[in-house]
């Protein structure tokens, strides 16, 4: 079936498409019985509005750009339901783009999205992000940008973060206060703000109970993946086997620490606690309950798309905007894995 177009709706009442345009917006000028004329015709012949001529009409695509390292996990499906949640509620739709931790793929759809002519741009870095060139292009064209979980510091846009070093320095000093003294840290990349912070949360939280840090004691994700944590908890056991704790870059890296001491019978957490972070769903029903750091990945969406439309109806309406940070809260969720009497 072929789009009905307000000229033809025009002719066949043999009135002008103005009038038709204001009839079909409820317009006090036209009469109530050309409005009813209009709106009979127009829902017999199944008419929509033409989005596309409409947008180039207030120059809004009604679209908005949003770019994730990962679609599957947890923390980051929760922050696609916030911002999805908050665009249907403002009339907009997303366009998801999975960079899969690769700065090479996030570049092309930063270019996708310009080209795609959005009304702005959401994103969290990939793992390889050390080159924000691609991001910069964002802001010179003018065009909306929020920031969030995985950022660059130095880029100046709208960002919703959490405090990831106290919330590392939280999660540490929570094992140690379970009677932990050699605690290791099974970290992310080297490249992501928020893998460098958490670790350097977990060093400040060393030095302020007088423990020594220790840097082989440190094992560093490449993937951040369930694999890792598997072949990581056998190397600290190995490696280490006097290590009574270990803190965990996320929760799914540490749902493979837990399946790995589970195979050796190693018992958990009288001989070895440990704590994750995001608090993924599995975390609840792995055995034994997983220890996290709850992050509120809902609300980091919902939060970030408003921050965005704050910043799209100044552009729209050009006025001038200055970027802000939320920052979010976290909560220790006290589980089996570090439940010690």
Request: neutral net charge.
């Amino acid at each position: 079936m072929k789009n009905i177009t307000l000229k033809e709706i025009a002719h066949k009442l043999g009135i002008s498409i103005t009038t038709v345009s204001k009839a079909l917006k409820n317009y006090p000028d036209v009469s109530p019985k050309t409005k009813q004329a209009v709106m009979a015709l127009a829902h017999e012949l199944q008419y929509t509005p033409n989005s596309f001529a409409v947008n180039l009409r207030t120059r809004e695509s009604k679209t908005i750009g949003l770019i994730i390292p990962e679609v599957v996990h947890h923390f980051f499906s929760n922050v696609i339901n916030g911002i999805i949640a908050e665009a249907e509620k403002n009339g907009y739709l997303v366009i998801i783009l999975q960079s899969n931790e690769s700065l090479e793929l996030e570049k092309k759809q930063v270019a996708l999205l310009i080209n795609k002519r959005v009304d702005g741009i959401l994103m969290s870095l990939s793992n390889e992000s050390n080159d924000d060139d691609h991001i910069k292009e964002i802001l010179q064209k003018g065009i909306p940008f929020v920031q969030f979980d995985k950022i660059a510091k130095l880029i100046r846009s709208s960002k919703v973060i959490i405090n990831d070093q106290l919330a590392a320095i939280q999660a540490v000093q929570h094992l140690i206060d379970k009677g932990c003294k050699k605690i290791a840290h099974i970290r992310g990349p080297v490249n992501p703000q928020n893998a460098i912070d958490r670790f350097l949360g977990y060093k400040k939280a060393l030095e302020k109970n007088e423990i020594a840090y220790q840097s082989d004691l440190v094992y560093t994700c490449e993937r951040v993946s369930f694999e890792e944590g598997y072949a990581f908890a056998k190397q600290i056991i190995e490696q280490h086997p006097d290590v009574d704790g270990i803190f965990v870059i996320t929760d799914l890296v540490a749902v493979g620490v837990l399946a790995y001491f589970n195979e050796q019978k190693i018992p958990i957490p009288s001989q070895i606690a440990v704590i994750g972070f995001s608090n993924w769903f599995m975390s609840q029903v792995i055995t034994p309950k997983l220890s996290t750091v709850d992050q509120p990945s809902y609300e980091m969406g919902a939060q970030a798309f408003q921050l965005l439309l704050e910043e799209m109806i100044c552009h729209r309406d050009q006025k001038p905007f200055e970027p802000k940070t939320i920052e979010l809260k976290t909560t220790i969720i006290e589980r089996e894995s570090t439940l010690r009497n």
